[in-house]
Each structure stands twice: as C-alpha cells, then as structure tokens.
C-alpha cells in the first residue's frame, strides 16, 4: 500500500455540505502531499504539510479548504460547503525523509458532489 | 519557479512497438526526475526515477534518459504490451523547491492490439 492509505475511499456529499478527507500515512512519515486530480486531467498540486506545519499551500484554493497534519493523527483535507466542481479524486502522498524527492500514492478518494 | 512540459498528450502505438515521451523543463537546479504511471481509477505509481548525476537508467523494458544541457528527459518503453496502456506523467524537483515534484501535464498511452 506504499505506506499511506486514505479514507474513505469514496465520498458523496450534497452542495452545501462538509467533506473530510482523512491520509494516514505509516509511522515515521512526517511529510504529507495533498493533490486534486479532475476527471481525465493531471495532478494539481494542493499543500505541502509536516507534522503540526504548513510548508507551503499554494495551490490551495482561499476559501472553503484546509488542511492540517496534527501531531496525532492523520492529516485532514477539509472542504466546506462543496460544490460540483469539487468532485475529483483526491490523492495524498508521503515522502519517506525529509530532503528525499520521491512520492508515494495513497489509494485516494474520490469525491463526488450531487 | 519550475515549469515542466509533456509531450505527446496522447500516443498510441501498436503492441511490440516502442514509445517514447519527453518532457522539458526549464529549472537548471532540478536535479531529480521521476515518471509516474497511472492506470485508469488508480493511484499514480512510481515505476522509474533519474538523477541528474546519470545520463540514463534503465528497468527491464523502460529506460529514461537525461538531457542536462537541453534540460529535457525522457521515457522509452519497448516491446510494448496492452497493460502499458495508463496515463504516464513527469515530474521534476531540486532542493531549491523545497524537494517538491512539479508535474507535467501527461500523455495518454494506447496500445492497439
């Protein structure tokens, strides 16, 4: 399972509504990647989290998303009031050290928006 | 900041055929260079890395090669076989990016029968 899982796997919710995305990576893994991926289009990235920090979310949209890695626990993609453009698979990835380049895949949820 | 293009955005070649599928990118401190292969409803998965220390690399069927000077890469899949058939995307990364991968836009793959 490349050392991270997601859930859940699948998501449904109404406009309006909350959706919590959960990554776990494997203990030790400090460093957590979240990207959206639309249907049949690339990788955007979205926020770059360590443990308890907030490298970088640039990619994150302003409003209605957040994220958080807190010291226990997995970290959190939060989007309130969802609407239909927020359907997408949403991946996260680990990288095993800091100062190491590769990424490995969660599983990734896909969410979709009624 | 890092820009990396991908090109063809979609390639499909017959079964036994070679492929190839390059990208460009335009960081000269972009030092490590992987390709991701994603197959349809799948996570995308890690199938072969460069580092900018090597020319080329190679993993039975799949080889890519580093162009430093002209800062661009590329995938070779030989003898192609119909589990190939994915999206596979680039990415490149350096230490000034704070290790982050920045993503090519991918191609699609084909392989016809």
Redesign the interface.
């Known amino acids: 399972n ?1 050392g991270v899982m997601q859930n859940p796997r699948h998501l449904v919710r109404r406009r309006g509504q909350e959706a919590r995305l959960r990554c776990s990576p494997m203990k030790g893994h400090s460093h957590v ?1 979240w990207y959206r991926q639309l249907p049949e ?3 955007k ?1 979205m926020v ?1 989290l360590q443990k308890e920090n907030i ?2 979310e640039s990619g994150m949209p302003k409003e209605r998303f957040s994220a958080e890695f807190p010291k226990e626990g997995p970290s959190i993609l939060r989007i309130q009031q969802v609407v239909r453009g927020d359907s997408a698979a949403y ?1 996260c990835a680990i ?1 095993p050290l800091q ?10 949820t896909r969410l979709t928006v009624l | 900041g890092e820009n990396v293009e991908q090109h063809p955005s979609t390639l499909s070649v017959q079964e036994g055929d070679s492929a190839v599928i390059k990208c460009t990118y335009s960081d000269s401190a972009s030092n ?1 260079f ?1 390709w991701y292969k994603q197959e349809l409803g ?5 199938i072969i ?1 460069i580092r900018s220390n090597v020319g080329e690399k190679k993993d039975q069927r799949i080889a890519v090669t580093l162009n430093k000077t002209a800062k661009h890469f590329s995938l070779h899949i030989t003898e192609t076989q119909p589990e190939d058939s994915a999206v596979y ?1 680039c990415a490149a ?1 350096s ?1 000034d990016s ?4 920045i ?4 191609t699609k793959l084909i392989i016809k029968p």
């Open positions: 490349a990647y289009e690339g990788l990235f770059y490298i970088d991946f990288t100062g190491h380049n590769e990424q490995f895949f969660g599983p990734g | 490590y992987p799948k996570r995308p998965q890690l890395d995307f990364s230490m704070n290790y982050q991968l993503w090519g836009a991918g």
